[in-house]
């Protein structure tokens, strides 16, 4: 740890003032996680998610948004790498200096500071108000299980859904008429393959940024964090599974190809992918919760991931991303409606989503990008009717690139519809 001049962390919170001010000549997007950032809570608002995907962006939506007095800190700036928390306090007179009276205080990517919690229980216990970011699932929930019990309420960020996407793109997702369908069939066809992360929509070079990125989580979110014992063997790993994925990995399997002396290695590997949002985790259905613990499924947070990096390979199967693009739409509206989803896998046939309220089955949604072939269409409608029979849910949905129907089977009614229509109504519905 070091120590840094107060003078030196004046200038770096006032450049950092001066960039932040520069967003408000930016275009931006309106994020539906807005409306669940309650400002005037007493607890701190923690927003969680993957590197890039807009969190810093939606705090500063928010809090101009409300049109009260802030500061900012962002922690993942360079020259503030290996601040000694014993400093915060120097943060907290520096910031006071540069703004003035504040009852708010945005501070971004926390978990680079060891220590923070105690910090932060010091600004709520002076009623401040603070929004947080942060990159890591599990530094943040340990933290805040340890030093802020009760006092936090954390909201989750994924990449731009593709009705945020068309809003970016100035296309209107909404509209029937012949010309603009075509427009956002051809914007969901981007969409699919270049994914959702915000930065993404102004960048030529996809490949690099995405290899960049990773490379960034990869080695500064969890190999020093963590640190990894086998570095080259472990990213390794994570490529592969982005190159498989969506996959029900085995972990006997994976510690095997990789030469990993025992699975409890690849269990924590893997854990630690899904706590720094690169990989996100799906439960097979079951009504038992040990067949519930076993098998788990993991998708890419985003199709950027599968087909953007260098030697990937995921990008040749237009499949997989179409059912990572419905997972990734579908983890974000559970997150934010309190639902959970799972995976159905029998020896007779699989469901890729069942969507429950609790014991209660809303939905159960098959994805394929083609149907045109009668063998697939018997094989998705089976899943369906396999999934109904498990779960008495009737409400059955077959998800497509482009077709649009409904389909009888033995009285029950299957809605099938294409995706871009499907996630551009979502968060809206």
Same mark, same amino acid.
């Given at each position: 740890m070091k120590t840094i001049d107060k003078r030196v962390l004046e200038v770096i919170f006032s450049d950092q003032k001066k960039e932040i001010g520069n967003w408000k000549n930016d275009y931006l997007c309106s994020r539906i996680e807005e409306k669940m950032v309650d400002l005037e809570s007493p607890q701190a608002q923690v927003i969680i998610g993957v590197r890039r995907s807009g969190k810093s962006t939606l705090c500063f939506?928010?809090?101009?948004?409300?049109?009260?007095?802030?500061?900012?800190?962002?922690?993942?700036?360079?020259?503030?790498?290996?601040?000694?928390?014993?400093?915060?306090?120097?943060?907290?007179?520096?910031?006071?200096?540069?703004y003035g009276e504040f009852k708010y205080i945005f501070l971004d990517e926390i978990q680079n500071?060891?220590?923070?919690?105690?910090?932060?229980?010091?600004?709520?216990?002076?009623?401040?108000?603070?929004?947080?970011?942060?990159? !890591?699932?599990?530094?943040?929930?340990?933290?805040?299980?340890?030093?802020?019990?009760?006092?936090?309420?954390?909201?989750?960020?994924?990449?731009?859904?593709?009705?945020?996407?068309?809003?970016m793109k100035s296309v209107d997702c909404y509209s029937q008429t012949t010309k603009d369908i075509a427009e956002q069939r051809k914007t969901f066809d981007e969409y699919l393959l270049a994914g959702g992360f915000p930065e993404l929509i102004k960048i030529k070079n996809a490949k690099k940024?995405?290899?960049?990125?990773?490379?960034?989580?990869? !080695?500064?979110?969890?190999?020093?964090?963590?640190?990894?014992?086998?570095?080259?063997?472990f990213e390794s790993m994570s490529h592969h599974l982005l190159n498989i994925s969506p996959c029900v990995f085995s972990?006997?399997?994976?510690?095997?190809?990789? !030469?990993?002396?025992s699975m409890h290695t690849v269990r924590n590997y893997i854990k630690y992918l899904k706590e720094a949002y690169i990989l996100v985790g799906m439960q097979r259905y079951s009504a038992k919760s040990k067949q519930r613990a076993v098998r788990e499924k993991v998708y890419a947070v985003d199709v950027a991931?599968?087909?953007?990096?260098?030697?990937?390979?995921?990008?040749?199967?237009?499949?997989?991303?179409?059912?990572?693009?419905?997972?990734n739409h579908l983890f974000r509206k559970c997150k934010n409606e309190g639902w959970d989803i799972y995976y159905l896998s029998e020896r007779s046939?699989?469901?890729?989503?069942?969507?429950?309220?609790?014991n209660n089955v809303l939905q159960c949604i098959q994805v394929s990008y083609d149907i045109s072939s009668e063998k697939t269409r018997k094989r998705e409608i089976n899943g369906l009717l396999i999934a109904n029979k498990m779960t008495y849910c009737e409400n059955l949905l077959l998800l497509t690139d482009c077709e649009y129907g409904d389909i009888d089977q033995g009285g029950l009614k299957i809605q099938v519809r294409p995706v871009y229509e499907w996630s551009a109504k979502l968060f809206v519905e």
């Amino acid at each position: 740890m070091k120590t840094i001049d107060k003078r030196v962390l004046e200038v770096i919170f006032s450049d950092q003032k001066k960039e932040i001010g520069n967003w408000k000549n930016d275009y931006l997007c309106s994020r539906i996680e807005e409306k669940m950032v309650d400002l005037e809570s007493p607890q701190a608002q923690v927003i969680i998610g993957v590197r890039r995907s807009g969190k810093s962006t939606l705090c500063f939506q928010v809090l101009e948004g409300a049109k009260v007095n802030y500061a900012y800190a962002d922690f993942d700036d360079e020259r503030l790498a290996g601040l000694d928390s014993s400093q915060l306090n120097d943060v907290l007179e520096v910031m006071y200096k540069i703004y003035g009276e504040f009852k708010y205080i945005f501070l971004d990517e926390i978990q680079n500071i060891d220590g923070w919690p105690l910090f932060v229980n010091r600004l709520l216990r002076a009623r401040i108000h603070v929004v947080l970011t942060g990159s !890591n699932a599990k530094l943040l929930s340990n933290d805040l299980a340890t030093h802020l019990t009760g006092r936090s309420s954390e909201i989750s960020l994924y990449p731009f859904s593709f009705s945020e996407y068309c809003v970016m793109k100035s296309v209107d997702c909404y509209s029937q008429t012949t010309k603009d369908i075509a427009e956002q069939r051809k914007t969901f066809d981007e969409y699919l393959l270049a994914g959702g992360f915000p930065e993404l929509i102004k960048i030529k070079n996809a490949k690099k940024y995405i290899s960049n990125l990773i490379d960034n989580i990869l !080695n500064r979110d969890i190999e020093q964090r963590y640190n990894i014992v086998f570095p080259a063997q472990f990213e390794s790993m994570s490529h592969h599974l982005l190159n498989i994925s969506p996959c029900v990995f085995s972990t006997a399997d994976l510690a095997e190809t990789f !030469n990993f002396k025992s699975m409890h290695t690849v269990r924590n590997y893997i854990k630690y992918l899904k706590e720094a949002y690169i990989l996100v985790g799906m439960q097979r259905y079951s009504a038992k919760s040990k067949q519930r613990a076993v098998r788990e499924k993991v998708y890419a947070v985003d199709v950027a991931f599968m087909n953007q990096r260098e030697n990937a390979f995921a990008g040749e199967n237009i499949g997989w991303r179409l059912e990572t693009s419905v997972a990734n739409h579908l983890f974000r509206k559970c997150k934010n409606e309190g639902w959970d989803i799972y995976y159905l896998s029998e020896r007779s046939g699989e469901c890729d989503f069942i969507i429950c309220n609790g014991n209660n089955v809303l939905q159960c949604i098959q994805v394929s990008y083609d149907i045109s072939s009668e063998k697939t269409r018997k094989r998705e409608i089976n899943g369906l009717l396999i999934a109904n029979k498990m779960t008495y849910c009737e409400n059955l949905l077959l998800l497509t690139d482009c077709e649009y129907g409904d389909i009888d089977q033995g009285g029950l009614k299957i809605q099938v519809r294409p995706v871009y229509e499907w996630s551009a109504k979502l968060f809206v519905e």
